[in-house]
């Protein structure tokens, strides 16, 4: 299972490589490579060839028509609907999630509510999953391993005790500058047979986790009716729990506090019982995030760039070269893969009337990609403009990869482009 | 079409987008499937899902490139099916294979529980395939993210046999090493 791991990280390499692997001819006829045979019987010889230039030609004897693929009346109703209805479905997660008020989707507990019933929202079918983002960044800087601690977290009533998932893997993990990124608990079970499958894990932070995923599907059935969607909405003690997935999917149950956000998954594999007791235990025993609030003083060191000159070296700006003077220049080193490495830059530049911060983070969310703007050899004067127009900061990428934040505490889109343009 | 159009068309939600997706790419995500499932009715299922969560995908994926998107879903979905096929037994298929092989990479004298997230994981591949040279990145990755058999390849590349596997023995050796200087256990 491990090396399935492996198989399942392959799965999201650079695009560029997996193309590339396309090109494997020593003939090194590069006009004609050969992507794949088709085992179809109808193919008279099943090779197409794809061209360097990314056209396509099928072969010669094989013209095929073009044929509608969804041979079913549900698979063309899902089309139809889900123009309309992803947008609707959308918009009431996202305010759901930044606790906008109720709806009428939103069910009560209470302690007679089986299992599957936080689940009721839920489709039966398998959903396909979607690929993620060709460029592949961690969400964190570093990572504290918590592996061994597993009989003293179960012995203080921390997580529970769970005896036939003999596997776990237990870490914190931490943002450059130090602070809480998220907590992981996972517990796995593994057998002979597929039934014996398990994955369980608990996930903590200060804040609600956005990490690049799936987008949401609309289905409806043969009839046209649109199937409500899968995410299903339960209050309970004035909290509110999302339930997501269903059966032969994963399932997830998140919920926020006072406290920080959490959510519990299960495998596919894991039936809604399954689920809803761990849940509950996670319940009935709430998770105090401020005993990993601290990153260990020994993961990190806080010193400056003066310090480490060679830190990001080319990813920050030359703004001294500007006329800018340097108010604070803070580098944060952490141990990544038993090496030291720079994991977070934060500089704050005055010139006169203008105030500008400099961020570098290796770790990078959601939130983060949506308000990047590319690499700075992609920025243009009118992309940074138009991204600066409605708030004071925004993201650049670098192949480190890491991701840079320009913030304009003070100042014009002008200074931030005459900042970039010392990185282009 | 070419493939900005095409994902216009998703982005429009214009059914022909499928149609003109599927008439370019359908043979490259069907050679995908097979690889692993050696099976033309379940690729096939697959490669319908996968043009239909391409659909579901797109907005607000814009991938940079239709055809590694359409690829990569397939796989997904193809291991996937591949797992609930076989996971009480691993007899024959390329996709043992490739696993058995692979245990190779995993790094000796710890214990297999895992505590790094799958994208960690692929941000170290993919540093390290950006080190191999390019013939050895294209074998490696026709071996372990196509399932190619050693055939295969080689009537791909024109090698014999005992090279393309030196070559890949070769290159699981590096990524193990690659793994171990980061760290990595899995």
């Known amino acids: 299972m491990k090396t399935e791991l492996l198989i399942d990280a392959l799965g999201d390499v650079s695009d560029d490589y997996i193309l590339d692997a396309c090109n494997l001819a020593e003939t090194g006829d590069i006009e004609n490579e050969i992507i794949g045979r088709s085992h179809d019987p109808e193919d008279s010889n099943g090779i197409a060839h794809f061209r360097k230039d990314g056209t396509v030609e099928a072969d010669s004897k094989e013209k095929k028509k073009v044929r509608d693929i969804f041979c079913k009346n549900t698979m063309i109703k899902y089309i139809s609907g889900a123009a309309c209805l992803c947008l609707i479905v959308i918009t009431v997660i996202t305010a759901i999630r930044s606790g906008a008020g109720r709806s009428a989707s939103i069910q009560h507990w209470t302690d007679s509510m089986a299992a599957k019933d936080y689940f009721k929202n839920s489709g039966n079918t398998d959903r396909p999953n979607s690929a993620s983002s060709s460029i592949v960044m961690p969400t964190f800087a570093i990572l504290l391993p918590l592996d061994d601690s597993r009989q003293a977290l179960e012995e203080a009533g921390i997580i529970p005790v769970i005896a036939d998932h003999t596997e776990h893997s237990f870490a914190v993990m931490y943002n450059g500058d130090g602070s809480l990124y998220k907590i992981s608990f996972r517990w796995g079970r593994r057998g002979e047979g597929i039934e014996e499958y398990s994955d369980l894990i608990f996930r903590a932070a200060p804040k609600e986790i956005r990490e690049i995923s799936d987008t949401v599907a609309v289905r409806t059935d043969p009839a046209g009716n649109v199937i409500p969607p899968y995410v299903t909405v339960t209050e309970r003690d004035g909290i509110t729990i999302l339930a997501e997935g269903a059966e032969n999917e994963n399932k997830t149950l998140t919920w926020q506090t006072d406290k920080g956000w959490f959510q519990v998954q299960g495998s596919f594999k894991d039936s809604y019982e399954d689920i809803i007791a761990f849940f509950d235990w996670f319940w009935a025993h709430p998770f105090d995030l401020s005993d990993y609030a601290c990153i260990p003083d020994d993961l990190i060191i806080r010193s400056t760039r003066a310090e480490y000159p060679d830190a990001f070296s080319g990813m920050i700006p030359d703004l001294t070269s500007l006329g800018y003077t340097a108010v604070s220049e803070s580098v944060n080193l952490g141990s990544v893969g038993g090496a030291v490495k720079p994991v977070w830059f934060e500089g704050i530049y005055t010139r006169g009337e203008t105030r500008i911060r400099w961020t570098i983070n290796t770790g990078a969310d959601a939130d983060a990609w949506a308000h990047n703007i590319g690499r700075p050899s992609e920025i243009t004067e009118e992309k940074l403009a138009r991204a600066l127009s409605g708030q004071e900061c925004v993201n650049i990428f670098f192949d480190l990869p890491c991701m840079a934040t320009l913030t304009v505490e003070s100042g014009s889109a002008t200074d931030a482009m005459e900042i970039v343009r010392t990185l282009q | ?186």
């Open chain 2, 1 to 186: 079409m070419d493939d900005s159009r095409i994902i216009g068309l998703f982005n429009e939600r214009n059914e022909t987008a499928i149609t003109e997706a599927e008439s370019k790419y359908r043979r490259y995500c069907l050679s995908i499937a097979d690889n692993i499932l050696h099976d033309r009715e379940d690729a096939a299922e697959c490669v319908n899902d996968a043009f239909f969560g391409a659909w579901n995908s797109i907005p607000p994926h814009a991938p940079e490139n239709l055809a590694a998107f359409l690829g990569k879903i397939t796989r997904n979905l193809s291991l996937k099916k591949w797992r609930e096929r076989s996971a009480s037994k691993r007899g024959g298929g390329n996709v043992s294979v490739s696993l058995d092989e692979l245990e190779e990479c995993l790094p000796s004298g710890h214990s297999v529980e895992e505590y790094i997230e799958t994208k960690e994981l692929t941000a170290v591949i993919n540093s390290f395939l950006g080190t191999l040279p390019e013939t050895e990145r294209r074998v490696f990755l026709r071996r372990y993210w196509y399932f190619d058999s050693i055939d295969d390849i080689c009537t791909r590349s024109g090698f014999g046999k005992s090279k393309v596997k030196m070559m890949l023995k070769r290159t699981r050796d590096k990524l193990r090493a690659a793994l171990e200087k980061e760290g990595i256990f899995i």
